[in-house]
């Protein structure tokens, strides 16, 4: 039996990637996003679908949809997860930009507009998560390398 029997919840276990043809009229998350993956905990499964359904927003904000006080809330995601809750929400929010960015032409601020960010804050979010701007990521994605900007 391993020393440490616990495995974190990861995002990545429970992000199930873009529906199949987002469309133009998108205009929340859960219009782009498939249905979560189940992880096996209720609390976790519950959580994700919230992220899922209303995008970008303070974890305490998700801490009072689901009805809990906001130390136990972080408290809890950071035994189940490994990481808090603040952290887990923004790695769930760079999944879904990156697919976005990769996979639809929407302009970014669009994308921004789908995952609840403000108009300036998605390309700010996305360079500190990316270290890339979102325009060096699609070009990178699509035709193999960044492309330069003015050239």
Not at 38 to 51: E, H, R
Not at 52 to 65: E, F, I, T, V, W
Request: charged share 25%.
């Amino acid at each position: 039996m391993p020393d440490n029997p616990f495995t974190p919840i990861k995002p990545t276990e429970l992000y199930n990637g873009l529906v199949d043809y987002p469309s133009e009229n998108s205009t929340k998350l859960s219009d782009v996003i498939r249905e979560n993956k189940t992880s096996g905990n209720n609390y976790i499964d519950l959580f994700a679908n919230k992220v899922r359904l209303n995008g970008k927003r303070q974890a305490s904000d998700y801490a009072k949809l689901l009805g809990a006080d906001f130390r136990h809330f972080d408290g809890a995601m950071r035994c189940m997860t490994g990481m808090s809750a603040h952290v887990w929400i923004n790695e769930y929010l760079r999944l879904a930009a990156c697919d976005l960015v990769e996979h639809t032409n929407f302009n970014f601020k669009t994308i921004g507009k789908i995952l609840g960010f403000s108009q300036s804050s998605f390309s700010q979010f996305f360079r500190a998560y990316q270290k890339m701007q979102p325009w060096e990521y699609r070009s990178l994605k699509r035709y193999g390398r960044k492309q330069h900007f003015f050239s």
